[in-house]
């Protein structure tokens, strides 16, 4: 059975540990919204040192806050008696301190052999997964965490070590979000204790005499981040002792330049960025007047918007992308999460593959357009109405309006055919349908989609591009046709 008691200590530093730890506590806390505060924090409690002294903070604090605490504890059953005697210590301390809690046993190893994922990626993952689950059932506001300023340091090497960009050298922020790996649920995390070292969750655990659990896998070199601990740390202290202090100073060097970046990224998102049906589309040539680190950053919150993360998009995928908006060639690159990036000589589009797949279509037969009516057609849809003459005139690429009375043929669309040609508005003679194509860029890979809108077998619109010269409306005109065209699929 736990005894807490705040007993007095020999220890010098009580009062100063007590304060760092409370005023940090409060500090992460008070970045919560006002309108969330009410809502319950899921506390991760493993039972070692760092989420004990978590806990018993936020337990202290509970009324001056106006906190409500659940604890959650996940036994992965890796450990056999040890993990058991961790989740007994958990409820015995929840029950100490008058504290709900949820616990639950998982299976790390049939999760890690049927996902192909190594131990420590399938802890993990069933480890948030039940915490956001707490998190749902108890309709909380997130996740709060024991990280501390070791765990950063470890976080940032192990970036080092896999390879990483400006982001990686962040480490752990006191607000992020997780999303589920089987689901589109985001939960937010936070990590009060980021600015506390080891040392002091130890020493405020034994201030109300206690002694967490220990976990001995922790001593395991067969974990990545064991490994760095034991093995790579020291020898780094070896060449400077205040190894951990400057990779700190350079991660928040690091943030300081990633917020600069983000915002101007943001704000040349909206420079960039035009009207699509589907998903994110980008002018490549306002793209490609970016600093490739903006366009970096372009790619990477694109894929942010329509994944929810970056976790998956490698450098490689960036740089291919790059590459190919340069030079402005017709490819499509295949990102992880089921997304792609369709690139032309006009455009980027990130769509979903599913999207592409049933949306990227031509337009290989002829149909006639009901007027008035809706008729439908790969990727497109199309309302007509008549009404007498107004002076309300759509004035859209995607609008036309004829004069009623002198139209007693049906009006067709259709795909390019080889041969087309039509008089453009503003020009006094024929030209080739293919060379008016090259001349307005319309990328190669998408001529086939284009809608070409007939009467009497004559082009009088390439939907999207250029009305045939001799449509205007004069004074004589009655009755109006307007036809308008809305894109449905991937254009």
Known sequence: MIRITNKPTPCKCKGMIEHNIKKNVKRTLGEIPVHDRIKPLIVALSGGPDSVALLLALNDLKDELDLKLHIAHMNH????????????FVIDLANQLGLPYTTRLGNVKDYAKTNKTSIEEAARNIRYEFLSSVVKEKKGFGIVLGHTKNDQVETILMHLIRGTGLNGLLGMSAFSKWQSVDTDTCTVLVRPLLNIDKDSTEKYCSFYNLQ????????????????IRADLIPIIKSYNQSFGKALLRMSSAARHYQEYIETITLETMNHVKISAPHGITFSRYAFCEQHRVIQTNLVLLAYKKMVGNTKKIKSAHIDTILDLASNGKSKIVHLPNNLVVCIDNQEIQFVSRNCLAETKTQILTRHIIKVPGKTTIPGWEIVSWIEKTSTTRLSSEYHITLDADQIDEPIFVRGRLPGDKFVPTGMKNTKKLQDFMVDAKIPNSKRDSVPIVTLNDE???????????????????MKVITIAFTATGLY
């Open 77 to 88: 059953g890796l450990r056999g008696m040890e993990s058991d005697d961790d989740e007994r």
């Open 212 to 227: 967490p659990r220990i976990d001995t896998s922790n001593s395991s070199i067969h974990f990545t981040r064991n490994k």
């Open 459 to 477: 082009i009088i619109w390439v939907v999207g591009y250029r009305k045939a010269d001799g449509l205007a409306l004069d004074t004589n005109t």
